[in-house]
């Protein structure tokens, strides 16, 4: 049995020649009002479909819907959410990238079809598995600028994960079956864990595969305590920093668990003997069955041909451990 493999995240948006430029003039000729949002939205689309398409192309068995309409990961909400807009913008934990930090003057209120559109349509493209993916409560809470209505980081996180438990509901109603949650803060600030646990089980749903995701920092302070969550699956970034994590994963026993083993904030190739090992180094703690290989986070950052290297070596290595021929 192969590995299975996932990406994590959002994809380039933009691509190499002519042909891939093709959103950044669509999105300068419409900031020039040259074009409407009808043909912007065309031009989104032809982007997702075609980065699907890379993304299947490379082998990998679950794909998201690229994300290529998202401007970080809070800012479809900001959008959409009431009582919340985009603020400031503020660098994205230790990254060279930026988002827009939530200010949040009200209640948040949601019809919880944030995502639906967009799930929809990439529903209608996909041939591998289709996941719909969702920022976190406590990430999303913890990285607002500013908050004028409620009182504590807990009502806060609360409120957050209500509006995120609708945004779910819609998104299995358009026949999504796999959410994944992207919640860097839970590793980021291991004082919330409790809170972020609660938060969680706003939204719990035994019909859904549920993926809590977490990147750029170890989750060694926390990773026993991620293993009670209500959630079908865990994501862990082993390549970001020192962790302790591959001595501790039969802490997951019965969850599955998102091995982050191709570094997407980093342009070095990784080789397929790379990721078969540590692959290895895992399944000696999680059965294959519920091991899944994956990258640590978003490869949109990276070169679209740099991005596509990076699958082929994910996928391949998931190839080499089950004695399938690696096709260079």
């Not at 699907?52 to 959409?80: C, H, K, M, Y």
């Not at 990258?295 to 190839?319: C, I």
């Amino acid at each position: 049995m192969t590995l299975k493999t996932t990406v994590i995240g959002a994809y380039p948006k933009i691509g190499e020649g002519l042909d891939g430029q093709e959103l950044r003039r669509a999105l300068h000729r419409h900031d020039r009002g040259e074009i409407g949002d009808a043909d912007l939205d065309k031009v989104f689309d032809e982007v997702t479909r075609s980065a699907i398409g890379e993304i299947e192309s490379a082998g990998i068995d679950v794909t998201n819907d690229a994300q290529i309409r998202w401007d970080d990961l809070l800012s479809p909400f900001t959008r959409t959410w009431s009582g919340v807009e985009a603020g400031p913008l503020e660098r994205f934990y230790d990254n060279n990238t930026y988002f827009r930090q939530p200010v949040i003057s009200g209640p948040i209120v949601t019809d919880g079809k944030s995502l639906v559109r967009d799930y929809t349509f990439a529903r209608g493209v996909a041939k591998a598995q289709l996941k719909a993916t969702m920022p976190g409560p406590l990430t999303f809470a913890t990285l607002a600028s500013r908050d004028d209505h409620f009182s504590s980081i807990e009502d806060r996180v609360l409120a957050v994960a209500d509006a995120t438990a609708r945004e779910i509901a819609g998104l299995k109603a358009a026949g999504a079956t796999m959410i994944d949650i992207e919640d860097p803060a839970v590793v980021a600030s291991p004082k919330h864990i409790e809170l972020a646990r609660e938060a969680y089980g706003r939204f719990a749903d035994p019909d859904l595969a549920i993926t809590l995701v977490t990147y750029f920092f170890p989750a060694d302070a926390v990773l026993e305590s991620l293993a009670s969550f209500p959630v079908a699956a865990v994501g862990i970034d082993v390549r970001s920093r020192d962790t302790t994590a591959f001595d501790r994963l039969d802490a997951f026993r019965t969850q599955y668990v998102l091995l982050g083993v191709v570094d997407a904030r980093n342009t070095r190739l990784e080789t397929a003997d790379e990721v078969a090992r540590y692959a290895e180094r895992a399944l000696k703690l999680v059965p294959q069955e519920r091991l899944v290989l994956a990258t640590t986070t978003s490869l949109e950052y990276l070169p679209r041909d740099v991005a596509r290297a990076k699958l082929a070596a994910l996928v391949a290595g998931a190839r080499l451990l089950s004695g399938e021929k690696v096709i260079a």
